[in-house]
């Protein structure tokens, strides 16, 4: 039920954003989330680690990050503020 449900709210923000993964913004955490959800939880929390640590590497093609100078945040290894978010608050639950 949950996986379907998580599944179904990925797929319904999807129509209200541009953000799709690569992207350098909670979309991608949270993709990587619902996809590995169906395995086991603490491997979908794991996944979803990953990719927020991986944000500190990526080009933003959406979202807040986009407005911020590109070189400075790849130059700093700065991760995306909401891809954290996603990470902080999955690692919490």
């Known amino acids: 039920m949950w996986v379907r ?3 179904a709210a990925l797929a ?3 129509i209200y954003t541009r953000a799709r ?3 350098r913004t909670l979309v991608d955490p949270l993709s990587a989330f619902v ?5 086991d939880f603490k491997g ?6 990953e990719v927020a640590e991986a ?3 990526m080009d933003a093609k959406v979202g807040r990050s986009a407005y911020v100078d590109a070189d400075m945040l790849r130059r700093e ?3 995306d503020p909401g891809a954290w978010g996603v990470k902080v608050i999955l690692e919490s639950i």
């Open 77 to 79: 290894r700065i991760p």
């Open 5 to 7: 449900a998580l599944t």
């Open 55 to 57: 944000t500190r590497d």
């Open 12 to 14: 319904k923000l999807y």
């Open 35 to 39: 996809k590995a959800i169906p395995r």
């Open 44 to 49: 979908a929390v794991a996944a979803a680690r």
């Open 21 to 23: 993964p690569p992207s």
